[in-house]
């Protein structure tokens, strides 16, 4: 699981760039023209915009993305990459501008698409069904690689609006895509926590971690079990292993920021 739950297959070559053609050959070689070499330009700064974004290192990243729409002006994946890095700057405006401009080029690309479905779910409320329909849009597209991705997103959303029955049904089918699919896994014990059953929610988490590596997901979960049982030398134990794998995780800063209850 990547440290970011919206960050996927950022690297993969869009598939409205796999008309490009050649236009000529030299030796046996293709020579590129010069639209050519923009596109391909873009294309490798927006990786490397990715790459350091993961990273942390947001201003090396934002200089990336820049160089990317130096070289085209219209890629819609570097808007995509830059609206995730104004998001993790809490720049929400820019951030919806930015995904706002990424669809408007891609409007069919379910990265874009699952991306900014994530950013409306997380920080508009108000537009909780517009998140929904963007998710189940990339879940639905048989060329998206991971649509159980999409589909733990929006049982997250629905989880969040306390539609727990509908939240349970798309968690359900995250993991008919893909068996112990973390963040679906994670998120079915979530409701079972936000339903007061607390206790279950500990010994499904218990039974999960014994079979799988810790997630910055599963160890806030158990943070949160732990401190609605008062039990404070765990409490402190998961965030001393969450600061130590995942320093740098949405779920670390909100232990930070003081947003767990």
């Known amino acids: 699981m990547k440290k970011k739950r919206f960050l996927f297959a950022l690297l993969a070559a869009p598939l409205w760039l796999s008309g490009c053609v050649q236009q000529a050959v030299n030796n046996g070689t293709p020579v590129q023209t010069g639209s050519e070499r923009a596109l391909q330009s873009a294309k490798i700064h927006?990786?490397?915009?990715?790459?350091?974004?993961?990273?942390?290192?947001?201003?090396?990243?934002?200089?990336?993305?820049?160089?990317?729409?130096?070289?085209?002006?219209?890629?819609?994946?570097?808007?995509?990459?830059l609206g995730l890095i104004n998001m993790t700057l809490n720049e929400d405006s820019k951030a919806l501008e930015n995904f706002e401009h990424a669809i408007?080029?891609?409007?069919?690309?379910s990265e874009i698409r699952n991306n900014y479905g994530w950013f409306l779910c997380q920080r508009f409320s108000q537009h909780m069904d517009q998140a929904i329909e963007h998710f189940m849009a990339a879940a639905k597209d048989p060329l998206y690689a991971t649509p159980e991705m999409?589909?733990?997103?929006?049982?997250?959303?629905?989880?969040?609006?306390?539609n727990y029955t509908e939240a349970r049904l798309l968690f359900q089918k995250a993991l008919s895509l893909q068996p112990n699919y973390s963040p679906a896994v994670i998120g079915l014990i979530d409701i079972d926590f936000q339903r007061g059953n607390v206790a279950e929610a500990k010994s499904k988490l218990a039974q999960f971690s014994q079979n799988n590596p810790p997630t910055a997901e599963s160890l806030l979960m158990a943070i949160k079990i732990e401190r609605a049982m008062g039990n404070q030398l765990a409490v402190d134990s998961y965030i001393f292993q969450l600061q130590k794998h995942f320093p740098e995780s949405k779920e670390m800063a909100m232990i930070r920021e003081g947003k767990v209850k």
Do not use: H, M, W
């Open 46 to 81: 927006t990786e490397l915009a990715a790459e350091y974004y993961y990273r942390g290192q947001l201003d090396v990243a934002i200089e990336e993305v820049n160089e990317a729409l130096k070289a085209q002006s219209n890629y819609a994946l570097a808007y995509n990459v």
């Open 104 to 109: 408007r080029l891609a409007p069919r690309n």
């Open 150 to 162: 999409s589909f733990a997103n929006a049982g997250i959303c629905e989880t969040k609006r306390q």
